[in-house]
């Protein structure tokens, strides 16, 4: 079986057999991270460009291993402000990368939808690896892979995400897929970061936290980008930490046996206590094994199954 | 057959045999990247190092991607402003460099002559990637690649370049090969960007766009530098464009089937307009193409075929 | 034979048979280099991260090179003020990367121990690029290398250090290194440079240049941090040439078939004289070609041989 598409654009347009298959292929990859010899011949000759108009040395470097792991070649571009491809249209942009012939472009933007017009402008794969506010879907997958082998099931699970969910793609793929495979979502944060409107995905909106935490099997904090604090979305970070960060007097609230997810970077003592980020329900760093097996698994899926067709 | 010499500096010292074998050569390797499994093993365990003083994503990727298409390993340094290695002469980089034992330096540099004092310096070959405003030879290599693919010939056409020709590596390097293959040559641009004595390169010169147009087989228009308008060689972009820029009515004056290159960025609407880059005789995407191929071939008859020696 | 430790973080803690089975091991890999085919395939499928909170050009490329060679995968990540890993502490971000199974990380940092904190945190193998003013393992193994390449021993042997011993990490793997084979060392450098109660390290200390150099087997000359000047170690750039930089007149108190070296980039005319740096006795270069040998030797050790286990 086969993804029937050539880009990972965003986990909206993903039905839930798709994310299953995604989840189960990259169940088979996770073991090739922890053999002695981390690599598997199936990308052999394929081209991967990293073409990051936004610094992350940690998405970008996931992304990288994963290629390699499937020896395949990968190329990275960074876009800086000064660099003369700024100049260019993105459609210029991406028509003379394909015209390099690579086989996947992976593009992380600050502009919602800029993977989607790139997409539409080159015929090799596309993967989305954050837009602006909008998606982030090999994160939504890892957290999903994550989830589904500590829980051994996503349906029926009840989900809270917290946080700045106005400004997090992180927020709004997991609500795609968390519900798409039957989970119920609820998402919790400060009135300034909770966007009207957002039951349309599908979700639960409060702004009391431990309403959200009540029974819930995974906890998924957001990062607070304390740049961004300038903006003055809540009074103070102490604040925030206070009605809004986890610690283990409110995780109590959640069932005894929920897990711990966040994207990472942490800010240890701001969104999360350090006794949360590191205690025995922290899937945090299982999180990180599962982006890179997932990576491999959807380059897997988008060109080598390709070849069986 | 391969190369006698080590360096690809430029295209002035090249025979017509040699960029003939070049071109040859270039085509034999198109196909490479057209295959599912874009990989040669003609280089593995070779050493390619793109050394880049200038900021060129563009240029380093077609390199990068070429290396590893033929299984080389590509190391890549980029020197800013910051760097330790500024201090050092270029010398002592040399040197240092060499040390490690590369096959091979690529090398963009601000300076004219740089390439060239490094090939003295290193027993490795060494390949221009342009050298402030005096040759960029991997260009016009891939210009004539582009050209002969579409025309079945260089002998006999006539060849327009039309812009900034005082500073442009472009159009020195392309004078030199075009005129070398047999094609006759004419430059154009405002009398600030026409350096006097350039038919010395065995090329006619005008201010008239028009007049270089006449009955062309080949429309090559350079990259205005935006930011270089601060030194005004012309009054505004608006009269530029007005005079020298390529619309579909100026090149009415061209042959009927006169092919267009760029190398990229495109000013769209400043030095071409979008109708005649995006239009049916537009050359610009094979170019970049043709550029990966150039490059397998340069690295290919510089160090894979010395070992047929 | 291998080594017994997963990392390595200084010259401090290696016994002599564990340096000298370094040495002896990157000479049989120092031919690889040599070859046409500079690959062999003992590291394919490892991971290896260079991970550089300091600018590093030459140790970076050298480390990346040595990997490629071996044919593990190299992932290069650069720690800029910028970057949001710096928003992190050095524990997450170890233990972040651990989770993506690389084999190793090499760790440059401004500040001592971060290495060996690092090593703590991970259980892949961890190798000091560098750490402040502590310790530069791989450099002192290289500058061994080549001492023993062109003396054939080192027991024995007389070694000057000349420079800013105080800031120098260089000086004080060497000064272990060195002497833990059973070389004398002895450091000159300004009063304002000499740390007070390095005795304590095995070597003997002296501001007086000549007397350091008497007889002396092996100069070693550091790198003066011409940025450093500011803090005003001493009066004038010409003043510290005067007294401490080496130049053919002065080297003639030495051994007269002393051998020259310095671990780059030089100051041509500050600390070193051209004559003497490109002179017969310098060797300077081969410092280079063997750090490509000695970290292919020490990836071997920590993270090949282990299969042997």
Known sequence: ????RKDLLGIEELSA???TLILTTAESFREVSEREIKKVPTLRGRTVINLFYEPSTRTRTSFEIAAKRMSADAVN???????VVKGETLKDTARNLEAMRPDCIVIRHASAGTPHMLAGYVGCSVINAGDGAH???SQALLDMLTVKEKKGRIEGLKVAIIGDITHSRVARSNIYGFTRLGASVTVAGPPTMLPPGIEALGCKATTNMEAALKDTDVVMMLRIQLERQKESFFPTIREYSRL???NE???RKAKPDAVILHPGPINRGV???SEVADGPYSLILDQVTNGVAVRMAVFYLLLGA????
Chains 1, 2, 3 share one sequence.
């Not at 390709?306 to 067709?309: D, F, Q, S, W």
């Open 1 to 4: 079986m086969r993804l029937k």
């Open 17 to 19: 057999e798709e994310i």
């Open 77 to 83: 571009i960074s876009v800086s402000a000064s660099s």
């Open 135 to 137: 998606e982030h879907p």
């Open 244 to 246: 809004y960060g986890l």
């Open 249 to 251: 007097e409110k995780l």
């Open 271 to 273: 969104e999360i206590s």
């Open 306 to 309: 390709a070849r069986e067709e």
